[in-house]
Protein backbone atom coordinates (compact mmCIF):
# COMPACT_ATOMS: atom_id res chain seq x y z
CA UNK A 1 0.00 0.00 0.00
CA UNK A 2 1.40 3.44 -1.21
CA UNK A 3 1.62 5.75 2.11
CA UNK A 4 -0.59 8.86 2.23
CA UNK A 5 0.04 12.09 4.06
CA UNK A 6 -2.03 12.58 6.63
CA UNK A 7 -3.85 15.48 5.01
CA UNK A 8 -5.04 13.80 1.96
CA UNK A 9 -5.91 10.95 3.63
CA UNK A 10 -8.47 13.12 5.94
CA UNK A 11 -9.72 15.09 2.60
CA UNK A 12 -10.93 11.72 1.30
CA UNK A 13 -12.68 10.71 4.67
CA UNK A 14 -14.30 14.10 4.66
CA UNK A 15 -15.48 13.71 0.92
CA UNK A 16 -16.70 9.81 1.75
CA UNK A 17 -18.70 11.30 4.94
CA UNK A 18 -20.19 14.13 2.95
CA UNK A 19 -21.26 11.41 0.30
CA UNK A 20 -22.80 8.92 3.27
CA UNK A 21 -24.42 12.11 4.40
CA UNK A 22 -25.81 12.78 1.43
CA UNK A 23 -27.09 9.46 1.33
CA UNK A 24 -28.77 9.40 4.09
CA UNK A 25 -29.45 13.06 5.73
CA UNK A 26 -31.01 11.31 8.49
CA UNK A 27 -26.91 10.77 10.25
Given at each position: ??????????????????V????????
Amino acid sequence: MVPVNLTELEKICREELSVLKSKHPFI
